[in-house]
């Protein structure tokens, strides 16, 4: 059966951080050294402002309280990329994970060809794209 793509904006009360959300951040953790704990405080307080559906991914934007430790100057406006298959999707979704001062501020999520899955749980995350 196939869902209905979802377009949009989540509705208040689905602006939390989902599995799929913190998969991606949680495999950024391991490429930040030193700054990892930092980074994991920053998501645990992280506030979703906004997702928004585009058919082919989403874009979520966070703030995170301004008591969070913000992370080293080499992370203060960096982008970082995270991959993920899906059995629907013939190439690997790219997840940018983008840092604002050091802090955590937005992911945006994108798959290249096809439209976005109905169910996240079938992303499988940290998977090298093949190509």
């Not at 874009?59 to 993920?84: C, D, I, K, W």
Request: with cysteine; hydrophobic share 40%.
């Amino acid at each position: 059966m196939v869902g209905t793509m979802k377009l949009g904006n989540d509705p208040p009360e689905d602006l939390v951080l989902t599995p799929l959300e913190r998969a991606v951040l949680g495999e950024l953790v391991a490429s930040l050294g030193a700054s990892a704990a930092d980074f994991r405080a920053q998501c645990d307080h992280a506030r979703v402002l906004v997702r928004s559906h585009s058919g082919v991914g989403f874009v979520t934007r966070m703030r995170v309280p301004e008591e969070a430790r913000p992370l080293g100057s080499e992370y203060a406006n960096r982008s970082f990329a995270v991959h993920a298959t899906h059995p629907q999707l013939r190439e690997a979704a790219e997840f940018l994970v983008q840092f604002k001062a050091g802090r955590l501020a937005t992911i945006e999520a994108y798959c290249g060809e096809g439209m976005w899955p109905d169910d996240d749980a079938g992303f499988r995350v940290g998977l090298k794209p093949e190509g």
